[in-house]
Structure formats: C-alpha cells, structure tokens
C-alpha cells in the first residue's frame, strides 16, 4: 500500500483523538500528567525515555557553559526527570512547570535529592522571568521539548523571560524536537499504524496541543540576534519510549542551540 494511503487511513484515528483535548492548554497538561500511572523508559509518558544516551548528548555543553556558581532552572520538568539528571551535575537545580499534577509527581520521584526543588509555574506567562529572578537570581536554564509544543506567541513570551532570568552570566540550553515530514508522517515514525495506536502516543493525542517542530528556523525568529549570542547549535536525537513491538530505544530527530544574552 502506498506511503500516502497508509498515512490518510490514520486520520479517522486522529480526528477522533484530537478531539478531546482541552481548548486550554494549561489545562490540557495539568489533565494529562494527573492521569500517569508509570514512568521511565517502559512508562506512560511518550518522550520520558529518561536516556543516558541522550543526556550525553548534552553533557559536555552544560558543563562547559554552565556557571556551577549560579542554579539551573529546568524549564517544563514535567515528572523531574531531568532536573534529577542536573541534579547530578549542579549543585541547586528548580523544576517548574505549568501543571500542578507535574510537579506533584516530580517532587514524589525526587525524593531524597537534596539538591533539587519544584514549583508549579507557566514560563511564558507574563511576569515569570521576574519571578524567578527574584526568587533564583540570576541561572542557568535547561529546556528540553518546551518550545515546539507552544504557538509562536508563547514561544516569544518564554524566550523573554529566560533573557531576564539569565542576566550576564547565564546560559540557555535548549533541545527541542525538529521532525522534517508532516504530522502523519511523524505518527508512523513513532509506531502508528491504520490498525494500532502505541497508547502512549494515543494519550498525548488525546490530551495534549498539537506540537509543531523548532529547528534553526524558529530559533532565529524567537531569539533575536538583538537580545541573544548564539554560542552553539545543531541536530540531535531526541529518545523516546519505545513503542515499536520490537521494543528498541526509539530516536526523533531534535535540535539543541547554546546560547548567552547579549
């Protein structure tokens, strides 16, 4: 069967799916997280592969960028599971997130890692760089698979207030999924077929707003070569749980980009 025809006979599916997600994201996420049973790499959040792999990926960049005098901020934690990872690497690391469920679930993961705190907080909304400089001074901030997920809007709102929150000495460092193919391609990529739906991908569907890709592109509209340096950037591979019946570790082609205020 062709290609094409393969990925139509996936909208009936979809259209379904996507039809009962909340019109208000913050909502969406807060219903979405509170409904996780599990997590980790055989767990019921689509991109919580938790990898080695992919975190060394990011290692060398933050270590080197990162000033271990200042905290990090692990934008969109989601269940923690990379504030933990920084927790690892930096002496004080806050995990915020839009969602109350989120951020309940983390501070259960994390216990017993003195060095990590959460808080409930939406990034892009009006005033949270302010917020978190005051309450963090001034930090290093991590944001993986944030962006892609916001409207363009959003995506500007959030990279404002991670340029107040950075001031001279901080770093950003983002990795975000960048899939080149359309929405239908990118389901197949990640296992589904016209007969079956991996039912961690059905439960983002169903509960979650429609992400879009960031690469080079969107980077250079939201960070504005006025208010930021780029120190470094280019393609990763963004894991997630595997979904496939072969139960292989599973890759989306990402991007990440370093980068100072100016």
């Keep these: 069967m062709p290609k094409l025809w393969e990925q139509m006979l996936l909208v009936p599916t979809v259209v379904r799916l996507t039809s009962r997600v909340p019109r208000d994201p913050a909502a969406a996420w807060d219903g979405y997280w509170r409904k996780i049973h599990t997590t980790g790499r055989s767990g019921d959040v689509l991109w919580d592969s938790g990898s080695r792999t992919e975190h060394a990926q990011y290692s060398d960049a933050v270590v080197a960028h990162f000033d271990p005098a200042l905290p990090v901020i692990d934008v969109g934690?989601?269940?923690?599971?990379?504030?933990?990872?920084?927790a690892g690497l930096f002496p004080s690391v806050l995990g915020i997130d839009v969602s109350t469920g989120a951020v309940e679930l983390a501070?259960?993961?994390?216990?017993?890692?003195?060095?990590?705190?959460?808080?409930?907080?939406?990034?892009?909304?009006?005033?949270?760089?302010?917020?978190?400089?005051?309450?963090?001074?001034?930090?290093?901030?991590?944001?993986?698979?944030?962006?892609?997920?916001?409207?363009?809007?959003?995506?500007?709102?959030?990279?404002?207030?991670?340029?107040?929150?950075?001031?001279?000495?901080?770093?950003?460092?983002?990795?975000?999924?960048?899939?080149?193919?359309?929405?239908?391609?990118?389901?197949?990529?990640?296992?589904?077929?016209?007969?079956?739906?991996?039912?961690?991908?059905?439960?983002?569907?169903?509960?979650?707003?429609?992400?879009?890709?960031?690469?080079?592109?969107?980077?250079?509209?939201?960070?504005?070569?006025?208010?930021?340096?780029?120190?470094?950037?280019?393609?990763?591979?963004?894991?997630?749980?595997?979904?496939?019946?072969a139960g292989l570790s599973q890759q989306v082609p990402g991007y990440f980009a370093l980068l100072a205020g100016k």
């Excluded at 934690?77 to 920084?86: A, K, V, Y």
């Excluded at 963090?136 to 944001?143: D, I, L, R, T």
């Excluded at 969107?218 to 950037?233: C, N, P, V, Y």
């Design 107 to 245: 501070k259960r993961e994390a216990e017993g890692v003195q060095n990590a705190d959460f808080m409930v907080m939406d990034a892009a909304g009006v005033g949270a760089g302010e917020q978190l400089l005051e309450r963090m001074g001034p930090a290093n901030v991590f944001v993986r698979g944030v962006f892609h997920v916001l409207k363009p809007d959003k995506q500007s709102s959030l990279a404002a207030n991670l340029r107040t929150v950075i001031g001279r000495s901080g770093r950003v460092f983002l990795a975000e999924t960048n899939f080149q193919g359309n929405s239908l391609a990118y389901l197949q990529q990640l296992g589904a077929t016209p007969r079956s739906m991996p039912r961690q991908l059905q439960s983002a569907l169903e509960n979650l707003p429609r992400p879009g890709r960031f690469g080079a592109q969107e980077r250079q509209s939201i960070f504005s070569d006025s208010d930021w340096q780029l120190i470094a950037d280019g393609p990763v591979n963004i894991e997630v749980v595997p979904m496939k019946s």
């Design 77 to 86: 934690c989601g269940n923690g599971t990379n504030t933990r990872w920084l």
